[in-house]
C-alpha cells in the first residue's frame, strides 16, 4: 500500500490546521492574502466616537440595557459595542439598525439632506479648466 503526499499530510497533521490552512499548501496560485482595511484619518475617527457617544446617551436616556437594544437592533451585544465606541470596523448597516432600534431612523433622513446650499459652499478651481474639442477643426479658406 502506497501513501501519497496529500494522505500522508491528513495522518499528520490536525485536521483543523488542515480546514484552515490546507487551501495554502494545496492551491497557492489561488491563496490571497486579505486586503488591508482603508486607513482612518484622526478626524474620522473623531467623529465616529462622538456619534457612537451621542447613542450611547440616547439609549441611557430611554433606561435601555446594551443586550435590551442589541436584541432590538439584530446585532451582537459586541457589535453594540463597536457601534457605541464609534470603531470603524463597525458597518454602516449596524449603525442604522441601532438607530432604527432607539426609534431616531428620521435623522438619517437629515443627512446631506440640504443639498443645494452645500453646493453653494463648494470652491471651484481657482484656475480655468482648459475646453478640449474633440471636433476636428474646419477650415474657412477654401483651396
Known amino acids: 500500500m502506497s501513501i501519497n503526499h496529500n494522505q500522508l499530510w491528513k495522518l499528520l497533521i490536525p485536521s483543523q490546521f488542515l480546514r484552515y490552512y490546507g487551501q495554502i499548501f494545496s492551491s497557492s496560485q ?6 488591508r482595511p482603508p486607513t482612518v484619518l484622526p478626524q474620522e475617527l473623531h467623529l465616529l466616537s462622538e456619534l457612537g457617544d451621542r447613542l ?35 458597518t454602516m448597516g449596524a449603525y442604522v439598525r441601532v438607530l432604527v432600534a432607539l426609534s431616531l431612523e428620521s435623522d438619517l433622513n437629515h443627512v446631506a439632506a440640504d443639498y443645494k446650499a452645500q453646493d453653494l459652499t463648494l470652491t471651484l478651481p481657482s484656475t480655468p479648466i482648459p475646453a478640449i474639442s474633440i471636433l476636428p477643426t474646419l477650415s474657412t479658406t477654401e483651396s
Not at 489561488?30 to 486586503?35: A, D, E, F, L, V
Not at 443586550?67 to 463597525?90: C, D, F, N, W
Open 56 to 90: 450611547r446617551y440616547a439609549r441611557k436616556r430611554r433606561k435601555l440595557s446594551n443586550a435590551v437594544v442589541a436584541q432590538m437592533a439584530g446585532i451582537s451585544r459586541t457589535t453594540l459595542y463597536k457601534v457605541e465606541a464609534g470603531h470603524p470596523g463597525a
Open 30 to 35: 489561488n491563496y490571497k492574502m486579505p486586503r
